[in-house]
């Protein structure tokens, strides 16, 4: 089994940083990309950033391009989202998302979600 632990939410005041963290731990697998999602009350879960974790091409969602990035460590497979010039409206629960490959087979594992709250 695989899990992806997140840390690194919390509170901060329109236009802070904050950096969140998610690492993957678990037998014998290795990864395919990484990335994050959010959710804010009574909206639906969205995409937010992703990166390859091979060559490490990134994406992102374009209400965060030019403040959030996504980076990664391979040896500690970890996944990091540096966020800058935070807005109330990034103000939402952030998963971990993964897409791991563990005995040939290719499976999406989500984390714990942590909460970030912006304020104005």
């Known amino acids: 089994q695989v899990q992806l632990v997140e840390t690194g939410g919390g509170l901060v005041q329109a236009g802070g940083s904050l950096r969140l963290s998610c690492a993957a731990s678990?037998?014998?697998?290795?990864?395919?990309?990484m990335g994050w999602y959010r959710q804010a009350p009574g909206k639906e879960r969205e995409f937010v950033a992703r990166?390859?974790?091979?060559?490490?091409?990134?994406d992102y969602a374009d209400s965060v391009k030019g403040r959030f990035t996504i980076s990664r460590d391979n040896a500690k497979n970890t996944v990091y989202l540096q966020m800058n010039s935070l807005k109330p409206e990034d103000t939402a629960i952030y998963y971990c998302?993964?897409?791991?490959?563990?005995?040939?087979?290719?499976?999406?594992?989500w984390g714990q979600g942590t909460q970030v709250t912006v304020s104005s």
């Open positions: 998302r993964g897409l791991l490959i563990q005995d040939k087979i290719s499976r999406g594992y």
């Open positions: 990166i390859n974790w091979s060559e490490g091409y990134t």
């Open positions: 678990g037998r014998a697998f290795s990864i395919n990309n």
